[in-house]
């Protein structure tokens, strides 16, 4: 990708639990957005090429990605979907689920993509979102998942990373979305808060 070539995107940033995915997926159905997890990009790999194998080298031992890894992984995707005419610069807005997911990533990416808003879905009741996890997990068929003090260390990790990432972004840019609500109503504040961020282009 030419250096001169930026994504617009929307960061989805949010607590394990909060339902960043979910309304990712439902907001990606708008034609002009296309939703990206990060995490689905990482299992969508191709684990015979060399940058899945070069994953798969960290993920199968349980490390961390490294940040530059990460961001090769993300623009290789990305630059896929572009070739392949899924992607239009100059009408889709980017909705970004999971990345960047530290101040590294951040800088990183930098020179590749243009941060219309970010929206931070927000659940202040920790017993709530506590909770949220626990039948989630129960769904999923992940027991461990289910365990108090995983959850627990999952939100004060995901707290660590993202609180420098959003202060890594002007306020301007952040709007706050009450996330303990039903997700229709979710659905309508996070709607509300990227109006004015995306094109209007059907």
């Known amino acids: 990708m030419s250096a001169n070539k930026h994504y617009q995107v929307i960061l989805m940033v949010g607590c394990p639990g ?57 623009r290789h995707h990305v630059d896929g979907l572009i070739a392949a005419g899924k992607i ?40 709530a979102l506590i909770a949220r996890l626990s039948k989630r997990a129960a769904k999923s068929g992940r027991p461990d998942d289910a365990d108090r003090s995983v959850i627990e260390n999952r939100i004060l990790v995901y707290e660590r990373e993202t609180h420098p990432v959003l202060e890594a972004y002007p306020k301007k840019l952040i709007a706050r979305v009450n996330a303990d609500q039903p997700p229709l109503a979710v659905l309508r504040d996070v709607a509300n808060a990227m109006t004015d961020s995306v094109s209007s282009k059907i």
């Open 18 to 74: 909060s339902g960043k995915g979910t309304q990712g997926v439902v907001l990606g159905q708008m034609p002009n957005l296309v939703h990206l997890a990060m995490g689905d990009i990482f299992r969508a790999l191709d684990k015979n090429s060399d940058i899945g194998k070069e994953f798969l080298s960290y993920s199968a031992k349980g490390m961390l990605v490294p940040d530059e890894l990460t961001i090769r992984v993300f």
């Open 88 to 127: 239009d610069l100059g009408y889709h807005t980017l909705i970004l689920d999971g990345i960047p997911r530290t101040v590294k990533q951040v800088e990183l990416l930098q020179s590749v993509i243009d941060v219309k808003k970010i929206v931070h879905l927000m659940i202040d009741d920790r017993d």
